[in-house]
């Protein structure tokens, strides 16, 4: 079974949902695929991880995109007010 086959919540595939949009990113050891995907309940944002083939995935709801970006922003901002971090090359 491959990932896109997968059932998912409701026991429909995966591929009974349409991609609308897609970002990757990579981050150290970790991938980040964002996709923006609609079925028939709706519009929703699909936030997956995947380190070394393992995945984890969060669903949310495209009414929450707008609350979730300002959360996301009012995080980063606070990151970038803090001194450097220091990293231990032990």
């Known amino acids: 079974m491959s990932f896109s086959d997968k059932p998912s ?5 995966r591929s009974d949902e349409g991609n609308l949009h897609t970002e990757k990113i990579q981050v150290e050891r970790k991938t980040f695929i964002f996709t923006l995907k609609e079925n028939p309940r709706g519009r929703f944002l699909r936030i997956t991880e995947d ?6 995935t969060i669903i949310l709801p495209a009414t929450g995109l707008k609350e979730f970006a300002e959360a996301l922003q009012s995080v980063c901002e606070a990151h970038g007010q803090l001194p450097p971090e220091e990293v231990n090359e032990d």
Do not use: T
């Open 9 to 13: 919540y409701g026991g429909k595939s």
């Open 51 to 56: 380190v070394g083939g393992r995945r984890d």
